[in-house]
């Protein structure tokens, strides 16, 4: 009997919180969907995503509802979600540039090795510079830009083999996020494999890679420290390239909103944002490398000379990405030299 009455307390409950969740929307004039490729417990959605999203829905006096759908929950596939924000199926997503080839060809410049190398508020700034200036605004033309942002870089993690050198990584088949993030593991010796992240636990646990390119905030919700044993990466957290993500909205949706409504999406989607969402993902990283330290996993920095030669070994990767862009009319040797300069000048900054 207290079971039952327990049950019905719960069902109660429950449709008291469905009850509000739909009033509240039913309030609104605007309802608006955010899709997205991770899961409910990952820290892009808790920290990122979700406070956000809140923060637009009270600065518009709950004139604006946005209901979250984490884990492609309204169905497609990673790499689609850019067209179905483009397309309206979608108002908001965030996603990874990468996951479509070639549609982003100037940020690109932001995943290559050693223009993003350790500082994820500096390089999302440089970001915001590009983007005002017009050097990487033409990518961006489809959609209302939210933000702009990097994850704090891709460090390696292996199942079963320590890297303390180069020659470690030869042979060995790894996952990468990205087309440059293939061509970096292909100048450091190693067999790359694209996968979209959701995807990489069962490839690790199936030996289907022997490790992966990812940052430490993804150990945690995937639970990448019981599958692999080594975590490596650079002295001073420097890492081996990036991966840029984008939060956007339907241009359509942004543009059916009255002034003072487009004003609470412009204010929540200036240079303190960007700055903001850098600093959420430098914070994420280190109960990532915590809990796999405390499983008992090997963290191994790479230092001094060692390193250089991971600098000289990837320094090709830059080169071939300039002249692949350079000869689609595209100046990526003056983007390349922007991007570390104004990452440069904004990690001055933060010192």
């Given at each position: 009997?207290?079971?039952f009455?327990k049950?019905?307390?719960?069902g109660?409950a429950?449709?008291?919180?469905?009850?509000?969740?739909?009033s509240t929307?039913?309030?609104a004039e605007?309802n608006?969907?955010f899709?997205?490729?991770?899961g409910p417990k990952?820290p892009a959605h808790?920290?990122?995503i979700?406070p956000?999203?809140e923060?637009?829905?009270?600065d518009?006096?709950g004139?604006?509802?946005?209901e979250?759908f984490?884990?492609?929950?309204?169905?497609g596939k990673p790499?689609q979600l850019?067209?179905?924000v483009?397309?309206?199926?979608?108002?908001f997503?965030w996603?990874v540039l990468g996951?479509?080839p070639g549609r982003?060809p100037?940020s690109?410049?932001?995943?290559?090795?050693f223009v993003?190398?350790?500082?994820p508020?500096?390089?999302?700034?440089?970001?915001?510079?590009?983007?005002q200036?017009g050097m990487?605004?033409?990518d961006?033309?489809?959609?209302?830009v939210?933000a702009?942002?990097?994850?704090?870089?891709?460090?390696?993690h292996t199942?079963d083999?320590?890297?303390?050198t180069?020659?470690d990584?030869?042979?060995?088949?790894?996952?990468i996020p990205?087309?440059?993030?293939?061509w970096?593991?292909?100048a450091?010796?190693?067999?790359p494999?694209a996968?979209?992240v959701?995807?990489?636990p069962?490839?690790?646990?199936?030996?289907?890679v022997?490790?992966a390119?990812?940052?430490?905030?993804?150990i945690p919700?995937l639970?990448?420290?019981e599958?692999t044993?080594y975590?490596?990466?650079?002295?001073?957290n420097t890492?081996?390239g990036?991966?840029?993500f984008?939060?956007?909205?339907?241009k359509?949706?942004?543009a059916?909103?009255p002034?003072d409504?487009?004003?609470v999406?412009?204010?929540?989607?200036g240079?303190?944002?960007?700055k903001?969402?850098g600093?959420?993902?430098?914070?994420s990283e280190?109960?990532?490398i915590?809990?796999?330290v405390?499983?008992?996993?090997e963290?191994i920095v790479?230092?001094g000379?060692?390193?250089?030669?991971?600098?000289?070994?990837l320094?090709?990767v830059?080169?071939?990405w300039v002249?692949?862009v350079?000869?689609?009319g595209?100046?990526?040797?003056?983007?390349?030299?922007a991007?570390?300069?104004a990452?440069?000048?904004?990690s001055k900054?933060?010192?």
């Amino acid at each position: 009997m207290k079971r039952f009455s327990k049950l019905l307390l719960a069902g109660a409950a429950g449709a008291v919180l469905s009850f509000a969740a739909a009033s509240t929307s039913m309030a609104a004039e605007f309802n608006f969907k955010f899709h997205h490729l991770l899961g409910p417990k990952s820290p892009a959605h808790t920290k990122m995503i979700v406070p956000w999203t809140e923060r637009v829905m009270k600065d518009s006096g709950g004139r604006i509802a946005i209901e979250v759908f984490p884990s492609m929950s309204l169905g497609g596939k990673p790499p689609q979600l850019v067209n179905q924000v483009n397309d309206g199926v979608v108002d908001f997503v965030w996603t990874v540039l990468g996951y479509t080839p070639g549609r982003f060809p100037r940020s690109e410049v932001f995943d290559l090795p050693f223009v993003h190398t350790n500082n994820p508020i500096a390089t999302n700034m440089a970001m915001y510079d590009l983007l005002q200036n017009g050097m990487i605004a033409e990518d961006f033309k489809d959609v209302k830009v939210i933000a702009l942002h990097v994850n704090a870089g891709q460090a390696i993690h292996t199942v079963d083999k320590p890297i303390h050198t180069v020659e470690d990584l030869k042979g060995l088949k790894l996952r990468i996020p990205t087309r440059t993030g293939g061509w970096i593991i292909e100048a450091l010796g190693a067999n790359p494999v694209a996968m979209p992240v959701p995807e990489l636990p069962q490839a690790l646990s199936k030996k289907v890679v022997d490790g992966a390119f990812i940052p430490w905030e993804i150990i945690p919700p995937l639970k990448i420290h019981e599958l692999t044993k080594y975590q490596i990466e650079g002295e001073n957290n420097t890492r081996f390239g990036t991966t840029t993500f984008m939060i956007a909205m339907n241009k359509d949706s942004y543009a059916k909103l009255p002034d003072d409504l487009k004003a609470v999406i412009d204010k929540n989607a200036g240079l303190d944002w960007w700055k903001e969402i850098g600093q959420i993902w430098t914070d994420s990283e280190k109960p990532g490398i915590k809990m796999a330290v405390d499983h008992g996993n090997e963290h191994i920095v790479i230092a001094g000379a060692e390193l250089e030669k991971f600098r000289t070994a990837l320094e090709p990767v830059v080169n071939r990405w300039v002249e692949e862009v350079t000869a689609k009319g595209i100046d990526g040797k003056a983007l390349v030299a922007a991007a570390r300069e104004a990452i440069a000048k904004h990690s001055k900054e933060g010192m």
